[in-house]
């Protein structure tokens, strides 16, 4: 009788061979982006290391991109301070454009549309983002310019006495204010959509006590949803920001590169790293090449910062409202 | 029958919210008012064409509706509608780009698209042809290898990335979470340079096809990841303590419970990456090459791809090229909208799980 029972199986936490295998296989390549982002990061130094050395800190402010070729010997004078001040300038352009429209179409889908209205803008919405960067660029430089560069000029002629849209020469085509108008549009759907989640986070129990306490849509959202949807929608934004210093494209067809610092947005001379490179890629000898990726390193670098404090905003508010 | 009918009285459903037409009048009215008012004043001033009305228009009406519901209601019931006609106003804002965009490109596109361009290549042709001559063939082959490639290359990495987010939840998954939201946040231009730098420069591989996969996989990766872990953040516990349960490893769950289960979701995920993928420019101009004719080895020898064709055509700048330019942005064009409704029909329904 004894020896038909079955032996006790031994019981232990050691996970088998197989699964040992496989957690072993899946974590190697959750941290093989790791890898990637580090090698992006090392290898564009590596190669721009020597254009920091010799550039010293006058890379990050020199405005002039001169590189003349001696008899083999490359030297050259050249800085992307104008560049970096100009993907600023069209970036903040594209936010201040960006930004109050997104939010207020975020509260309208959450809080006023019809079911209809808002599935078809979300659709509208995933639709835009979905758009190719190229196809941006090509509309910006054939439809939109021509038609803002007439804004621009009206924002001239009628605001003109405030710093901000003065020129001294009326030229106003691919101006740093036009590069904004896109990236704004190539922006609208990332904020708009951050901007949604979070709203949609807003604590149910608050805003039925507003309601019950008679308030309005707007009384509501004023007292509920923007207090606690603010740092989202600042964490949104700065992801917006982060796209728009990085692209090329778009806004290499509808800017004025001009390696001078121009800060009248409504005049047509600007500077973009990313279009930069893109520019001076073709004719660049091996030193300009260097002083490129390190260019890249420097947009690289930048991206990185600011997406990295608009996660950590971004997450701080959505799991505040979990 | 006639009996129950009489005794009960099925009552009609009413919805006491509903604005009845009668209610309705003030409001159209007031739209009229505004639309006629903001013509006059666009004829008797000089403000002039689609730009001057909408800038009369929009503060008019939003003015007018403030006035009527001051009238009928109270002052916060006014603001909620001068804040809601604001909010009308941006998402209007937000629809004009995207119809502009559509409308542009499918009829600049259209005068350009016949089925020559399919079949030819631009090795016998120039850009600045007629749209008979020649065609992106080579263009089309190139983008389609491009995508196969990268497909291979980053879905494992993205799909496994996800995994080890959402099943395996090691120590380090909160840090490579922000890797992944860092990764989709690089410039598309640094990838390509990335490429170029690591790979070209430093060993004696040349631009093709797969240089190019490698640049767009490194975009493609964060999408696919970051799809493919909402979808398996969807599926129940349930399922995964029943394989376990049955006396599966963690490798068959998630093999045979896990995967299957969100296996619609993970193709989204897929088409979405691809999307993601399929128009980028900025990387490709480093590490493509770019050629005229079909090359059909993506492995070796420099080779071309739709945005690259397009890119070509907008920077030569002669009405033939750009009409080649907007034909091919219609082709791609064409090709996204595929992905994105194709992604729509294989998306995971609400409350399927």
């Known amino acids: ?322 | 029958m006639t009996l129950i009918q009489n005794q009960i009285e099925i009552p009609t459903p009413s919805k006491p919210w509903v604005k009845t037409p009668l209610q309705r009048v003030p409001s159209i009215a007031v739209g009229i008012a505004a639309l006629a008012l903001a013509g006059a004043i666009v004829e008797a001033t000089p403000l002039k064409g689609k730009l001057g009305f909408f800038l009369v228009f929009v503060p008019l009406i939003t003015v007018l509706q403030y006035l009527l519901a001051r009238i009928r209601a109270t002052r916060k019931a006014a603001q909620d509608i001068f804040v809601a006609s604001f909010m009308w106003t941006a998402s209007f804002l937000v629809f004009l780009p995207t119809a502009s965009i559509l409308a542009t490109t499918v009829t600049k596109g259209l005068e350009g698209l016949r089925l020559s361009i399919f079949t030819n290549t631009m090795a016998a042709a120039s850009y600045t042809d007629p749209i008979e001559m020649g065609g992106l063939l080579h263009a089309l082959v190139g983008t389609i290898y491009l995508i196969l490639l990268s497909v291979i290359i980053s879905v494992p990495l993205g799909i496994l990335t996800a995994l080890y987010l959402t099943e395996i939840k090691g120590p380090g998954s909160a840090f490579i979470q922000f890797i992944v939201q860092a990764m989709s946040g690089v410039p598309s231009v640094i990838a390509g340079l990335f490429v170029f730098s690591a790979v070209i420069l430093a060993t004696p591989l040349e631009a093709s096809s797969l240089m190019g996969a490698f640049a767009l996989a490194i975009l493609m990766v964060p999408t696919v990841t970051r799809t493919s872990q909402e979808v398996l953040v969807l599926i129940p516990n349930d399922l995964r303590e029943a394989g376990l349960a049955l006396g599966a490893t963690q490798w068959k769950t998630v093999a045979l419970v896990v995967v299957p289960a969100a296996k619609s979701g993970l193709i989204t995920a897929i088409i979405l990456g691809v999307a993601r993928i399929a128009g980028e420019t900025a990387p490709l101009l480093f590490v493509l090459g770019g050629t005229d004719a079909l090359n059909s080895n993506p492995f070796s020898g420099f080779n071309s791809g739709l945005p690259l064709y397009i890119w070509k055509g907008f920077l030569i700048g002669l009405p033939e090229s750009v009409q080649r330019a907007w034909t091919g942005i219609l082709v791609l064009l064409i090709l996204v909208l595929i992905l994105f409704t194709a992604a729509r029909v294989f998306g995971p329904k609400k409350g399927r799980f």
């Open chain 1, 1 to 322: 009788m004894s020896d038909t029972l079955p032996v006790q199986r031994k019981i232990t936490t050691k996970p088998r061979p197989s699964d040992v295998a496989f957690r072993g296989i899946v974590t190697s390549f959750g941290f093989i982006n790791l890898a990637i982002l580090t090698l992006i990061g090392a290898f564009l130094l590596f190669r721009g290391i020597e254009v920091f050395k010799v550039e010293g800190l006058s890379f990050f402010t020199d405005q002039k991109w001169e590189v003349t070729e001696e008899s083999g010997i490359t030297s050259g004078n050249i800085g992307i301070g104008a560049m970096l001040i100009g993907t600023l300038i069209a970036a903040l352009i594209a936010l201040v454009v960006a930004l109050p429209v997104s939010v207020l179409t975020a509260l309208m889908l959450n809080f006023y549309a019809p079911i209809w209205i808002r599935t078809f803008f979300i659709t509208v919405i995933d639709l835009m983002a979905a758009f190719p960067s190229i196809l941006f660029g090509l509309w910006g430089f054939f439809v939109l310019m021509p038609s803002a560069e007439y804004w621009a000029m009206l924002l001239n002629r009628y605001f003109g006495w405030f710093p901000l849209f003065q020129v001294d020469q009326p030229f106003f085509t691919r101006s740093p204010f036009i590069a904004g108008l896109v990236l704004a549009i190539m922006i609208i759907p990332i904020v708009t959509s951050v901007s949604r989640e979070v709203f949609s986070q807003a604590p149910l129990d608050r805003i039925q006590a507003a309601y019950s306490l008679g308030a309005n849509k707007w009384s509501m959202i004023k007292s509920v949803v923007l207090p606690f949807g603010a740092n989202g929608v600042v964490g949104g934004a700065m992801l917006g920001l982060g796209r728009a210093f990085g692209e090329t494209v778009a806004v290499y067809t509808v800017l004025n590169l001009v390696y001078a610092i121009n800060w009248q947005i409504l005049f047509g001379a600007g500077g973009n790293v990313a279009s930069h490179i893109v520019t001076r890629w073709g004719e660049a000898g091996e030193y300009e090449v260097k002083a490129l990726l390190a260019a890249g390193f420097v947009l690289f670098v930048l991206t990185l910062a600011v997406n990295f404090l608009a996660d950590r905003i971004v997450r701080s508010t959505v799991k505040k409202g979990r």
